[in-house]
């Protein structure tokens, strides 16, 4: 099938898009789950949006509002631990572990290639 136009595009690409609704329906925490990834990616955008427009664009940086994005992303966090039945805690220290292996004294662009975290 080719994609002459958009509407072709359009009709090819939704041959292969999940239909949701059929068999499967998502449960309390397959939408906690779904909240909380787009509600992390929606305001990390913000966040980034607001450094944009400091970085790039020369404004005061809005501490308010960068400050309100962070928090609104660690909640989304907190949603998807939860729904995920992890921890906050426990994944942040197991985080902080893993940089541990990866930068045994400080970072460095060749350690960061190495990844020893990864090599076991």
Known sequence: MSANTFDDYEEAAMRT???FGEGKRFGPEEMDMLHAALG???DAGELVDA???H???GKDLDVVNVREEIG???WFLALMCKATGMDLDTVCLRNIAKLAKRYPEKYSDALAVLRLDKAD
């Open 72 to 74: 609104d992303v660690m």
């Open 51 to 53: 450094i944009k427009k």
């Open 17 to 19: 898009a999940k239909v």
């Open 40 to 42: 992390v990616a929606s």
């Open 55 to 57: 970085l790039i664009y």
